[in-house]
Structure formats: C-alpha cells, structure tokens
C-alpha cells in the first residue's frame, strides 16, 4: 500500500473519529410561551444581603408540582444564567421551578447559603397561591456546587441547626424528591488528604471546622424518611466522593435511588447540548416519578 493511500485512510479515521464526539453546544435563555417567568423577586435581606429569587410558573390552569433549582459555581461564582435553560425546559413539563441567588463564600460562609435554600423554599410555599404551586409536592435539584447543595437540602428537611431564620418559619423545607448532579455527598473523604481551596473559601479550614464539614456532607444525614434520589454524572467527569457510598446508605434505609451517566458528558453538563435535553428528561421523569 502506497504513502498516498496510507495517508488518505489515516485522515477518513481521524474524520470518522471527529464525527462520533458528541457536538457541544452553549444554549441561551429561551422562555417558551406556555411559561411565564417572575425574575428577580426580593425575598428577604438576610445581614444587608438582598436575596432574589427566579420563579417559573406553568401557564396552565391548576396547581402545579414545584421544585427548587439550585445553581453551581464552587459556592464562589454566580451560574444562575447558566441553569435558565434548564429551568425553562422543567418548567414547560408543568414544574413550578424556583432559582435563588444565595449567598457566595465572598458574602458569608457556610451555612448562609443553606439557609437562604431553606428560605427559597419557604418562600415559595408561603406563596403557593400566587404561583399556582401544590407545595405538598416540591423537589429539589442542583450541579455541582449547586448539587452539594441540593443534595445537603433534600437529606435535612426540618433540621433545625441549619434552617436559618429568613422568614416564612410556618412552611415546611422538606421535599419529596432529590436531583443531585456531579457533586461530592462526603466532605470529609473528600477533603482527607488536601483541603481544597473552595472548601477552605466556604466552610474554613477543616483542620479547625471537622464539625462543620460533618455537619455540610449530605452522606451524614442520610435516614428513612430521606426522599428519593436521583444522581446524574457525566462520563467525562471527575469522581464525586461518597456518591456511591450515600447511594448504599439510601438503599439501606429503603429508599428508592439511581445513577445516570451521560455517555461522553463533561463537567457542567446540563449548560449545554446535547447533554441538557438529556438531563432535563432524566430529571423530569424523576420528578414525574415521584412529584406527579
């Protein structure tokens, strides 16, 4: 066989093998018309701190199953733009979707960020009229950061060491189903042998905050009465420590749990396509499972 030849077959593989990687693909805020968007809706000024919230309401009469939505960023960036497409594509599968702009590690350390997911959630309860919400049947779902974070809301429903007093104190936080998505459930494994600068920014180092770490790991609260959890990780992502070892605690205590790995899907996934269709059907049908 000639160079020429050679050479020709060489590039038809290379072409072949470009062609099988999933195309990536940034997707903008896009509100569909059967959904209307109340944005930026000041809730409570925690120390000074104005804490919004994003709510999307089904235009359809009735009320609705709702869910929290809350977004990453190393508890140190803003990535609530990021998670609107997602909020949109929940919100048209008849979801009430609240996203919240809790405090970052540069506004106040852990557990701030907790209590202002807890007052959120409130919130939205309180005014289950106005946005035609059954708040007896509310999810909750985050990435990353945003996923440590749901993770850590769906597993201490009622807990009172890290409800926070931001107001709405006759509404219950507990919900009835959980989306964690690539994000560490155990802090302590996961801060074993370096501490992590994004940690140490949040919760403080943990040589002198063990307490706090323990207290911050979803893995820890872990009961019965823990509300079914859904995992989605993407292929390409890191390993999340203590996801595997949480999910033998949920089915431990009998409750229901599941992975979904999305073939060749980095980390964030759910920003862009073709992984955000996939997870917003991963994650719908979850919610439909368990919501509806």
């Known amino acids: 066989m000639g160079w020429g030849m050679m050479l020709l077959m060489a590039m038809v593989g290379v072409q ?81 979707v609240v996203q919240v702009r809790y405090r970052l590690a540069q506004d106040a350390m852990y557990p701030a960020a907790v209590h202002d997911c807890k007052t959120a959630l409130r919130y939205v309860r309180a005014n289950a009229a106005k946005y035609r919400l059954d708040k007896e049947r509310v999810g ?66 943990i040589g002198e905050k063990r307490e706090v770490y323990l207290q911050a790991s979803p893995i820890e609260h872990v009961k019965a009465s823990s509300p079914p959890t859904l995992f989605i990780e993407g292929e390409k992502d890191t390993l999340k420590i203590g996801r595997a070892e949480m999910q033998e605690k949920l089915k431990a205590a009998g409750v229901a749990t599941e992975l979904v790995t999305l073939k060749g899907a980095p980390h964030p996934f759910w920003m862009s396509q073709p992984w955000l269709d996939e997870t917003a059907k991963a994650a719908g049908d979850w919610f439909d499972r368990y919501l509806k």
């Open 140 to 205: 909750v779902m985050g990435g990353s950061a945003g996923g440590h974070l749901s993770g850590l809301m769906g597993m201490t429903g009622g807990f009172k060491e890290v409800e926070g007093d931001g107001g709405f104190g006759e509404e219950s936080t507990q919900v009835k189903a959980c989306i964690v998505m690539a994000a560490t459930m155990d802090l302590m494994e996961a801060n074993k042998e370096k501490n992590g600068e994004s940690h140490v920014a949040f919760f403080g180092p």
């Open 16 to 96: 072949g093998q470009a062609q099988e990687k999933p195309k990536w693909k940034k997707v903008l805020p896009d509100l569909p018309e059967s959904v209307e968007l109340f944005e930026n809706v000041e809730i409570a000024k925690p120390e000074g701190f104005p804490l919004l919230v994003n709510v999307y309401v089904p235009k359809a009469e009735g009320a609705h199953p709702g869910l929290l939505l809350i977004h990453g960023g190393g508890w140190q960036k803003r990535q609530i733009d990021s998670d609107m497409p997602l909020a949109e594509r929940l919100a048209a599968r008849g979801y009430v």
